[in-house]
């Protein structure tokens, strides 16, 4: 019998995200992550899907959360922080648990520090959203459920 694919997306934010609002304004802009939160679930609301999420500074727990999502998720918008430039484990989670994700920059890192040029999620992500601010998320809510 084939199951159903749920009507959740999990919204992941890595390293140092905890801090928007006070990070870096000039970068990030002024809105938090409660706010990013908000507008995420909102634009998925719309779409008539419900949003989990999880921020952490740890690479591990991200996975894990990654790792949760696999059967009760459609997929996965995440803006990985830092982990972008550096984490292939992040990669294989992503891969691994097999859910179409969206990564998510508020800045645009291509702008900035080349570090920041190469995403090891880059050729594997189904969307990609750079450089649009906060409202990137709606964005890769849009363009991820359009393909679910
Ligand atoms: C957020 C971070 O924390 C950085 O490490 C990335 C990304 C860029 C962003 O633009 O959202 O390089």
Redesign the pocket.
């Known amino acids: 019998m084939s199951r159903s694919v749920p009507r959740r997306l999990l919204l992941v934010n890595?390293?140092?995200?905890n801090l928007l609002g006070t990070r870096e304004p000039g970068?990030?802009g002024s809105a938090t992550l409660a706010d990013v939160e908000r507008l995420t679930t909102d634009a998925a609301t719309a779409l008539g899907y419900e949003v989990r999420a999880a921020q952490s500074n740890h690479e591990g727990a991200l996975i894990d959360a990654i790792h949760a999502a696999r059967t009760d998720c459609a997929g996965v918008v995440i803006?990985?922080?830092?982990?972008?430039?550096t984490s292939v484990s992040l990669r294989d989670a992503l891969t691994g648990v097999g859910l179409p994700f969206a990564e998510?920059?508020?800045?645009?890192?291509h702008a900035?520090e080349a570090f920041?040029h190469f995403s090891y999620l880059e050729d594997v992500a189904a969307v990609r959203v750079?450089?649009q601010g906060v409202d990137g998320y709606a964005r890769a809510v849009h363009e991820l459920v359009a393909l679910l």
């Open positions: 890595g390293p140092n995200l970068i990030y803006n990985p922080g830092g982990l972008t430039h998510v920059h508020i800045s645009d890192v900035r920041r750079i450089g």
